[in-house]
């Protein structure tokens, strides 16, 4: 079936459309983005159940975004009464101007920036699914969820706590100017198996995910995780320290998703490039990673949670090559950095929701795969670490350190595995060094879209990123 | 709007209900140097409903979460409550009662005037004694009032006013080609011009002394003392492993009345929630379940005294007047600084992302400044991480007497780890 679009957003385009032509007689530009997405979220434990009809991307509000001399400004707000587009009009001059004599007062002056185009365009997109969050059945999700829970207690003699969680996103947004009108109707899910063990004052966690651009029927795929999240509980157990030093490893393809996340993801988001922030810049055409490496970033590039028609800004989704064979090919980029960089928008302008600003953000951020298989990547290997899991990460786009926080390590040595397994792994160092040191990548790829991605310390949106298992060098602790 | 809702919520025959309306007017500025890259305005409500549904017998209850627009019409808000109505009935979790009213003010605070707070900000940021080695790269200042009202059914009704700030900052430092920048972000009610500036002067000077940084040479163990507001996620272990929600699933060991470890060979924490700390974005009268927030001794001396939480995990533990704490304070130093900077130490400062897990005890951090004290000599160094547990390091840890407040948690000023292990950062 086909997502619907919103009947609400239908039911203010009109009153919408009224309002941008009357603040078009103030302003250079106006653009609107209104959203309304849905959502369901269930959680479910051995010692509380919750269900919610909020997950982080649910939302109903209406931002607009008004250029004057070069200088942009934007308003939002959700409660606009389609009826009344003149009352909502003077609402927004009112609050941009009292914020402009204070900037006057202060003496404050402007960066200048050209104006936005404003080309016809028209787009209606509904992303196919199998059902909706609104619709769902809670209770045989409940069921099902707890089922799940109960039996991975029933698994280890250690277990204190099983949480399983379901979260499914109906996705819909509109972006509206004078001469632009894009909808998009889309549905994204991703469940959680997260497993506590604690032996002898040691308490693991080891957890298990799945994420798609579809419909709660992703959750059937959760109980298929059980076997793998307790055996890798009762591993974390026996786990020891790592020697800290610098090793030869094996990148399992969720952590090579973590690597192309912060290493070129985060590096090449052209804001940062307005702003004097980032290294990439100065290094576009040079060798940034060994021959072997390839990175793609868009929302075209695979189908998963951030798989959008359109960004906040109403680009068109696209598909970057960032890195082509070592050589830092290109970044991604908003619509305004673009226009201050004199480049192309890439379609990664995203807000957090429509209260928040947009910034240049990541949406599926892949490596390319090799022809090496998984045996010869690990027969190759003298000492060192097969890394599995993966916790957090931080870059440093100025400087190119990175910090991946990886849930394991499997030790091998002289080509095997050795049964060793240590936890946690503190994986650091230079970028370029890491990607430099790439020699193998198998054919296999696999796209992870749980959890969020922070811009500093805030600005909290989706993302995917994944990649095939990835042979390099890298310091661990 | 919350008329009718209240009204459906009060003839849908629920056990209860709690309705939270917070509306938030907010102004935000975006600079690149000194340059307005951006300016925003936003004017919003949020409304969110939560639903409990007893069993027929008693011996369950469960709930259910939606936010309700405040452009939703009468018949989507029907529709919405009566959704949760049957949601509830779904997710049975074991008995427990809703927060009563308690006696005393319903309303507090007043209006707050974000012109002047986003005034004072733009105008502390343009008094910072920038150099031509270390400047101010770009910042973002959201400055907010706050009303947040909350009912429920069983008869609270309170409402509070109160301004909430944010400003983020890029600090680069530079010397020929090299340039490096650092990040803060800082959260207050209003603008704390004097310590906004005290800090950023300060990470300035690092910023100088991170450019001339050396490779981290350290591969093994080593005393780390933490000096800033990385300490803050240490500290947050405690108070997280004091929380009902932990403690009720078994994932904090802490027992009331036992020590947090088996063995103290340094200094004891002893941790407050308090219902106020100056200019912090936290303080409230009450928390989300309409529970009072007050001043509580949660660890004292290094012994467990208090668990505090949301009210089911709460009343499973059995625990009276209990709730979800907004504000703490650490205390339980016996050092001077004198007496912590002896020896051969690493003073982390600054880190990519410092993290302490307070289910499992692992601490992480890439170093991005540290200075490396032996005696006289003190070496600025970059590169490698720090790791370990804190079941290691509770025990022995030392801290200073005096303390230093970062928005909602006021800590020893300085906190040293014994024997923390070190990946250098020197091929």
């Given amino acids: ?477 | 709007m919350l008329d009718t809702i209240i009204k459906y919520l009060k003839s849908s025959g629920v056990y209860g209900w709690e309705v939270n309306d917070v509306k938030t007017n907010g102004w935000e500025f975006y600079f690149i140097r000194h340059e307005l890259d951006q300016h925003r305005a936003k004017n919003v409500e949020h409304i969110n409903v939560k639903v409990y549904q007893q069993s027929e017998d008693g011996g369950s209850i469960g709930f259910a979460i939606a936010e309700i627009a405040p452009t939703a019409s009468e018949r989507d808000i029907e529709k919405l409550v009566s959704g949760l109505a049957y949601r509830a009935t779904l997710v049975e979790n074991r008995p427990f009662t809703l927060t009563p009213p308690v006696e005393g003010n319903t309303s507090e605070g007043k209006a707050s005037d974000i012109a002047d707070i986003s005034a004072d900000f733009i105008r502390t940021m343009s008094e910072l004694p920038e150099t031509e080695g270390e400047d101010i790269n770009s910042y973002e200042i959201f400055t907010s009032d706050v009303s947040h009202r909350l009912i429920t059914s069983t008869g609270i009704d309170y409402t509070e006013h109160y301004p909430s700030s944010m400003i983020e900052v890029i600090v680069n430092a530079r010397h020929g080609e090299h340039e490096i920048e650092l990040y803060r972000s800082y959260y207050s009610g209003t603008c704390d011009a004097s310590g906004l500036k005290r800090d950023l002067v300060r990470t300035m000077n690092y910023g100088r002394d991170r450019l001339i940084a050396k490779p981290t040479p350290v591969n093994g163990k080593i005393n780390v003392l933490f000096s800033g507001e990385n300490a803050c996620q240490i500290y947050n272990y405690f108070s997280e492993r004091m929380n009902a929600a932990l403690v009720y699933r078994q994932m904090s060991d802490y027992e009331i009345g036992k020590p947090i470890c088996e063995e103290f060979t340094g200094d004891r924490v002893t941790v407050k929630a308090l219902r106020e700390l100056a200019n912090s974005s936290e303080n409230h009268a009450f928390d989300a379940e309409g529970a009072v927030i007050r001043d509580v001794v949660m660890i004292e001396d290094g012994v467990a005294k208090q668990f505090l939480g949301g009210r089911m995990f709460s009343f499973y533990l059995g625990l009276e007047n209990s709730f979800n704490p907004n504000n703490i304070e650490v205390t339980g130093g016996t050092r001077t600084e004198e007496e912590l900077r002896v020896g051969r130490y690493l003073e982390a400062v600054e880190f990519s992302d410092f993290q302490v897990d307070e289910i499992t005890g692992d601490i992480f951090g890439e170093i991005r400044l540290a200075y490396l004290h032996d005696g006289d000599q003190t070496t600025p160094v970059t590169g490698g991480s720090i790791s370990g547990s804190m079941n290691d390091f509770v025990g022995s840890m030392l801290m200073s007497k005096n303390s230093a407040q970062y928005n909602s948690m006021k800590i020893p000023a300085l906190t040293l780890f014994r024997n923390v292990t070190v990946t250098g950062a020197e091929n």
């Fill in chain 1, 1 to 477: 079936m086909k997502a619907p679009f919103s009947d609400y957003l239908t039911g203010v385009k009109s009153g919408l459309k009224e309002m941008i032509a009357i603040l078009r007689k103030e302003y250079d530009y106006v653009s609107v983005l209104a959203t309304d997405s849905c959502g369901l979220a269930t959680r479910i434990s051995q010692r509380s159940r919750s269900v919610s009809g909020e997950t982080m991307t649910t939302e109903r509000g209406i931002v607009v975004r008004v250029c004057n001399n070069g200088q942009y400004a934007e308003y939002a707000f959700n409660k606009f009464d389609p009826t009344a587009p003149e009352k909502a009009a003077m609402e927004i001059q009112g609050a941009l101007e009292a914020q402009l004599i204070m900037l006057r007062l202060a003496g404050v002056k402007s960066y200048d920036t050209p104006l936005l185009p404003d080309e016809e365009q028209t787009l209606f997109v509904e992303k196919e699914t199998q059902q909706l969050p609104e619709t769902a059945d809670v209770e045989a999700l409940v069921k099902k969820l707890g089922a799940i829970s109960d039996k991975a207690m029933s698994l280890s003699e250690h277990a204190i706590e099983c949480i399983v969680s379901a979260q499914s996103t109906h996705i819909c947004k509109m972006f509206l100017t004078e001469n632009r009108d894009l909808c998009q109707s889309y549905v994204y899910s991703e469940g959680a198996i997260f497993f506590v063990v604690n032996r002898e004052g040691n308490s693991q966690v080891a957890y298990e995910n799945v994420s798609g651009l579809c419909g709660p029927e992703l959750f059937d795929g959760l109980e298929g995780k059980l076997d793998k999240v307790v055996t890798t509980a009762a591993e974390l157990l026996d786990a020891e320290r790592i020697e800290p030093g610098e090793y030869e490893i094996i990148a399992s393809p969720e952590v090579t998703g973590l690597i192309a996340h912060e290493a070129f993801g985060h590096g090449v988001e052209m804001d940062m490039f307005v702003k004097n922030r980032a290294l990439g810049k100065d290094y576009i055409g040079k060798r940034v990673g060994s021959d072997k490496c390839t990175m793609h970033e868009g929302a075209l590039c695979a189908e998963n949670v951030t798989s959008y028609a359109f960004d906040d800004e109403g680009t068109l989704a696209g598909d970057v090559t960032e890195i082509d064979h070592g050589i830092l090919k290109t970044g991604i980029c908003d619509a305004l950095s673009a226009l201050r960089l004199g480049v192309q928008p890439t379609g990664n302008g995203k807000r957090e929701n429509f209260e928040h600003k947009v910034y240049t953000r990541m949406t599926n951020t892949m490596f390319d795969s090799g022809e090496d298989s998984l045996e010869d990547m690990i027969s190759s290997i003298s000492y060192g670490y097969l890394l599995e899991g993966m916790e957090s990460g931080m870059e440093d786009p100025k400087h190119w350190g990175i910090q991946c926080i990886i849930k394991m390590g499997r030790e091998i040595k002289d080509g095997r595995f050795t049964g060793k397994v240590v936890a946690p792994i503190i994986m650091t160092g230079y970028v370029p060094d890491l990607l430099g040191g790439i020699s193998m990548l198998s054919p296999h790829r696999e796209v992870f879209g749980s959890g969020g991605c922070g811009k500093g310390c805030k600005e909290w949106v989706k993302v995917a990123d994944g990649g095939p298992y990835l042979k390099t060098k890298a310091r661990l602790g």
